[in-house]
């Protein structure tokens, strides 16, 4: 779905680290929290939150492993961690208003035309911060462009299960929420998810 305040880019990479937070490994995509880390990065203001609706995979899900530095950042060692490399993304995303926030802008006072064409100004210049995959060495460079051109990597038409990912952290609840993680034509939706809490924490309650 497509709302009035969407915003359409593509997002690319030569490696990347999205890390769920009860599990050392990365993720084979980003997760919607570090999605909504990368657009924070292009525009944030405390008065909105982003919502990440879709994210299409445009190239093949590869790992690269590289050397782990010790804690002292002196060597690194060969234990090393698994990265994804060479990734490329198209996403769409919109926001909502922060009706959580404490002395938020008034109803009346809300302008969504301007924060939207600021965003649009900040994703033309490659993001008001710097922009990275899952963590600072991991840089990205992100463009406009329209969701669904050019030809993506699993264009074939066939549903891929990913398996249960990470998706966001509640911060209500203080837990993290995970998705059946669906890939569809190469695409994610992650605005129509069920989440629930992975089962082995349920179990500890």
Not at 66 to 73: F, M, Q
Not at 101 to 127: Q, Y
Not at 152 to 159: L, T
Request: glycine share 8%; aromatic share 10%.
């Amino acid at each position: 779905m497509k709302f009035s305040n969407s915003i359409e880019l593509e997002i690319r990479g030569e490696r990347a680290l999205f890390r769920d937070p009860m599990r050392p490994q990365t993720l084979p995509v980003p997760s919607c929290e570090a999605l909504k880390g990368i657009l924070g990065s292009i525009y944030w203001n405390p008065d909105f939150i982003w919502v990440p609706d879709s994210l299409r995979v445009m190239e093949p899900i590869g790992y690269t492993r590289e050397g782990a530095r010790t804690s002292d950042g002196s060597r690194f060692t060969n234990a090393g961690v698994h990265c994804l490399k060479d990734v490329r993304y198209q996403l769409r995303a919109h926001f909502v208003w922060n009706e959580q926030r404490p002395g938020s802008v008034k109803l009346t006072e809300r302008d969504e035309i301007k924060h939207f064409r600021i965003a649009l100004r900040s994703l033309a210049r490659g993001g008001r911060r710097w922009v990275c995959l899952g963590r600072a060495d991991c840089p990205a460079a992100v463009r406009s462009v329209h969701f669904g051109e050019g030809a993506g990597a699993y264009d074939s038409g066939k549903a891929v299960s990913l398996g249960i990912l990470y998706h966001s952290f509640d911060y209500t609840a203080g837990e993290p929420r995970y998705f059946n993680c669906i890939m569809e034509s190469g695409v994610i939706r992650y605005s129509a998810q069920e989440l629930f809490p992975l089962p082995e924490l349920a179990n500890k309650r």
